[in-house]
Nanobody, 123 residues
Framework: QVQLVESGGGLLQAGGSLRLSCAAS????????MAWFRQAPGKEREFAAA????????RYADSVKGRFTISRDNAENTVYLQMNSLKPEDTAVYYC????????????????WGQGTQVTVSS
C-alpha cells in the first residue's frame, strides 16, 4: 500500500514556473510507475505525465510536452513535476498517482491517489 501527499501548488501568472512534489510512504514506492493527472473545473480528470519505476522512461500528454518534466527520487520516495511556461489552460487540481500503466488508449491510473494540489494560472 502507498500513501501519497502532494504539495507545491499555487497561484501564478502565465509564463511562470512551478514544481509539484508528491511524497510517498511505504517501502514499495520504487516498485510503482508514477504519474500526474489533472482535473480542470467542469472537465474529466486527464493524464499529464508518467515515469517508470526506474525513472528511465517518461511519457507526456501532448498538451504539456516540452513544458513539463516528471522525475523521481526513489531514495526520497518522491516524484516531481516541473512545470514551465504555464498557461491559463493548465489551471487544474493536480493529482499524484501510483501504479499507472500504459494501454493502447493511453495511461490508465493505478489504485493509489493523493488528495490533489491546486494550480491556478492567471492570464
Amino acid at each position: 500500500q502507498v500513501q501519497l501527499v502532494e504539495s507545491g501548488g499555487g497561484l501564478l501568472q502565465a509564463g511562470g514556473s512551478l514544481r509539484l512534489s508528491c511524497a510517498a510512504s511505504g517501502r514499495t514506492f520504487r516498485n510503482y510507475a508514477m504519474a500526474w493527472f489533472r482535473q480542470a473545473p467542469g472537465k474529466e480528470r486527464e493524464f499529464a505525465a508518467a515515469i517508470s519505476w526506474s525513472g528511465d522512461f517518461t511519457r507526456y500528454a501532448d498538451s504539456v510536452k516540452g513544458r513539463f518534466t516528471i522525475s523521481r527520487d526513489n531514495a526520497e520516495n518522491t516524484v516531481y513535476l516541473q512545470m514551465n511556461s504555464l498557461k491559463p489552460e493548465d489551471t487544474a487540481v493536480y493529482y499524484c498517482n501510483a501504479g499507472t500503466y500504459l494501454t493502447a488508449s493511453g495511461n490508465v491510473p493505478g489504485n493509489y491517489w493523493g488528495q490533489g494540489t491546486q494550480v491556478t494560472v492567471s492570464s
